[in-house]
């Protein structure tokens, strides 16, 4: 029962698609910032699921470790856009958006 350290193949896909979004603030192509700590408040994001794959929000690069970014300004980037928690709602909602027009799979399966 050890911890799985690599991401399973769902937990890959999830990762895409979290990508896939775009940043959250400005659409911009995004990477995935993973959310630590959110296990306060019981870990209750409105998930089930406790792997830290699937806390994950998309940002650019500039929204990520810019100047003015979730790692640099964190408190000022949480009280404008705002908190790592409400984000990673935003995003699950919209992957299941997502997953429910499943024909996005295809399209950029037909892509590759
Ligand atoms: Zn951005
Ligand atoms: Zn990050």
């Known amino acids: 029962m050890g911890k799985k350290k690599v991401a399973s193949i769902k937990e890959k896909k999830h990762l895409e698609l979290v990508a896939s979004l775009g940043c959250l603030i400005c659409q911009q192509p995004a990477i995935c910032h993973h959310i630590r700590n959110l296990g306060d408040n019981k870990g209750n994001v409105g998930v089930g699921k406790r792997s830290s794959h699937y806390h994950t929000i998309p940002l650019c690069r500039d929204h990520h470790v810019g100047?003015?970014?979730?790692?640099?300004?964190?408190?000022?980037?949480?009280?404008?856009?705002?908190?790592?928690?409400?984000?990673?709602?935003?995003?699950?909602?919209?992957?299941?958006?997502?997953?429910e027009s499943n024909n996005l799979f295809n399209f950029y399966a037909e892509e590759k």
Do not use: P
Not at 69 to 76: A, E, L
Not at 78 to 83: C, D, H, L, Q
């Open 67 to 99: 100047s003015f970014s979730i790692h640099n300004t964190k408190r000022q980037f949480e009280a404008m856009y705002g908190t790592e928690a409400e984000l990673l709602h935003k995003t699950l909602n919209e992957i299941k958006q997502l997953e």
